[in-house]
């Protein structure tokens, strides 16, 4: 019997689902006071890794590790004081996000959020 296998990518609606979300993600990141010091630099290239992330981290192609390597995300956020109460504005941001760009309403989302509270917490580098 063969199973026809999507991945959380596909499931999501693969490369315009992700560019939407990104859209939507960043200007909040950008205007919430407790994580708009850790992003600095050109908005539209910490957009466009983070595109390449999520693909690659949801099952699509692995783009991050064409260019730049093994993702390593806890490592690269290592010279960055994440804290609990980033992790969890940072996950705010993301929810906010889901709900503006219809994301909640697709049933594969709740995967995505709950692998994403994973990272959020894996991340945490700092106390309060």
């Known amino acids: 019997m063969v199973q026809n296998f999507q991945s959380l990518f596909e499931e999501i609606g693969g490369t315009e689902t992700i560019?939407?979300?990104?859209?939507?993600?960043?200007p909040?990141?950008?205007?919430?006071?407790?994580?708009?010091?850790?992003?600095?630099?050109d908005i539209e290239d910490i957009k466009r890794k983070q595109r390449?992330?999520?693909?690659?981290?949801?099952?699509?192609?692995p783009l991050y590790s064409q260019e730049f390597g093994p993702p390593a995300?806890?490592?690269?956020?290592?010279p960055f004081e994440i804290t609990p109460?980033?992790?969890?504005?940072?996950l705010a941001c993301m929810?906010?996000?889901?709900?503006q760009?219809?994301?909640e309403q697709n049933p594969?989302?709740?995967?995505?959020?709950?692998?994403?509270?994973?990272?959020a917490a894996i991340m945490v580098n700092s106390p309060e």
């Open 28 to 41: 909040r990141v950008y205007a919430d006071p407790v994580l708009s010091p850790l992003f600095e630099g």
């Open 52 to 61: 390449m992330f999520l693909t690659q981290f949801l099952g699509g192609p």
């Open 108 to 119: 594969a989302s709740v995967l995505f959020y709950d692998r994403l509270m994973q990272v």
């Open 73 to 78: 995300m806890k490592q690269r956020h290592l």
């Open 95 to 99: 929810k906010e996000a889901f709900q």
């Open 85 to 90: 109460l980033r992790a969890q504005r940072w």
């Open 19 to 26: 560019e939407k979300l990104v859209e939507a993600f960043y």
């Open 101 to 103: 760009t219809g994301l």
